[in-house]
């Protein structure tokens, strides 16, 4: 009897353990929406799913597929097995928090187009920087977009970029086809970066550009590292490295200050994010200025060149796409120009269509992080709760 009641206690202590999360978010969750009225609160109910164990929730089987198996999408494909289509929504428990997966092209659409419903939760602001475009909200955030758009997607900007970038791409690709054989994601790696000193802060090729290059390298595994800011760990590595890219960045701004006095501007996005106002003739401060092109920098500093890889990738393996190609941008180049100008861009049809299937196979964000700002319906199903 007593033998029965032990193992009674022990099966029910591993069903408690097992369903812990569940048991904790999902079933109040559903008390909820059982209950709801004909208020704000939603009465469709939450997407299929299992939480996992406390506190870890499905972070092992997370890890196991992302990191040892190399196939993220089997994740995402043992739930479809398990629970159906669903409209690609299931409930899950990952870095510390209840969540929902989206994987599905329109669900996910419905996530990035909803900006009054979701907000931007991951990477950290204090690796990013909490004056970021990425960090702020609500009237900070338009002010800040508008005049970050205004340096980097204006005709004049836009002509800098290119005449900047081009003749650094030739080199690199001349460079590259002199060694013969190359490691791809290392060079463009390189070539990117490059492009994003001279841009954003007109830094050349050098110790200072190779100091910057190895501290964004450990703020993006931070931003991917679950935020323990702990000594060994890689976010609190991030947060160091972050903190020496900010005073790098503060002396190179206090430069471009001294270069104002002086009417010897350098045309470049710091210049551009120190002399633009707002509509109530506001400038940004330093701090903006600064956490803005950390942020910028964040943003472009992996993908870019991961894109750049898989394009090598995908040309190498379809020669009759490059001879395409090469005719599109002869076609342009007429009159003996080298390069194309910011005009001919919305020429380069094919080119376009190219860069966007790149970005389609390469899929260079694997996972995006959203925060609910209050119980979101999608197509019946209660997809996030606040």
């Known amino acids: 009897m007593v033998v029965a009641i032990v193992g009674l206690g022990i099966l029910l202590l591993g069903c408690l353990f097992y369903y812990w999360n569940d048991i904790i978010y999902a079933l109040p969750a559903t008390f909820r929406c059982s209950s709801a009225g004909g208020g704000r609160r939603s009465r469709a109910p939450l997407p299929p799913g299992y939480m996992g164990f406390p506190f870890i929730g499905e972070m092992f089987n997370f890890l196991y597929y992302f990191k040892f198996l190399g196939g993220p999408d089997d994740f995402i494909n043992a739930k479809r097995a398990k629970y159906g289509g669903t409209g ?48 702020v909200h609500g009237e900070s955030h338009t002010r800040i977009r508008s005049l970050v758009v205004k340096t980097t997607n204006q005709p004049d900007a836009l002509r800098r970029i290119a005449e900047m970038v081009q003749p650094r791409i030739v080199h690199a690709l001349q460079t590259w086809a002199k060694k013969g054989r190359i490691l791809g994601y290392h060079e463009a790696k390189k070539v990117t970066f490059e492009n994003i000193g001279n841009y954003f802060v007109s830094i050349e090729p050098g110790t200072q550009l190779d100091v910057l290059d190895k501290l964004f390298a450990g703020m993006v595994k931070g931003i991917r590292s679950f935020p323990i800011n702990l000594p060994g760990t890689a976010y609190h590595h991030a947060i160091q490295c972050r903190k020496k890219a900010v005073a790098i960045f503060q002396e190179e701004l206090d430069k471009h200050r001294d270069g104002f006095a002086s009417q010897k501007t350098r045309n470049d996005l710091m210049d551009g994010l120190m002399n633009l106002k707002d509509e109530e003739g506001k400038q940004l401060s330093d701090v903006e200025v600064v956490d803005n092109i950390v942020s910028l920098v964040v943003a472009g500093y992996e993908s870019t060149s991961i894109s750049i890889m898989w394009a090598l990738y995908y040309l190498a393996k379809y020669p009759s796409v490059i001879r395409k190609l090469q005719e599109e941008h002869s076609s342009i180049c007429t009159n003996g120009d080298q390069y194309v100008t910011s005009d001919d861009i919305q020429k380069l049809q094919y080119t376009t269509k190219v ?13 995006i992080f959203r925060k609910a700002r209050n119980d979101v319906d999608y197509k019946g199903v209660r997809r996030f709760l606040t």
């Not at 870095?95 to 187009?113: D, E, L, R, T």
């Not at 931007?120 to 602001?125: I, K, M, R, S």
Request: glycine share 4%; charged share 15%.
């Open 88 to 135: 690609g929504l299931y409930r899950t428990h990952l870095f510390g928090s209840p969540a929902i997966i989206v994987c599905s092209p329109a669900a996910n659409k419905f996530v990035f187009q909803s900006e009054a419903n979701f907000q931007l939760e991951w990477p950290a602001v204090e690796i990013v920087g909490k004056s970021s475009l990425v960090a």
């Open 355 to 367: 860069v966007e299937e790149t970005i389609r196979l390469a899929n260079t964000a694997s996972i």
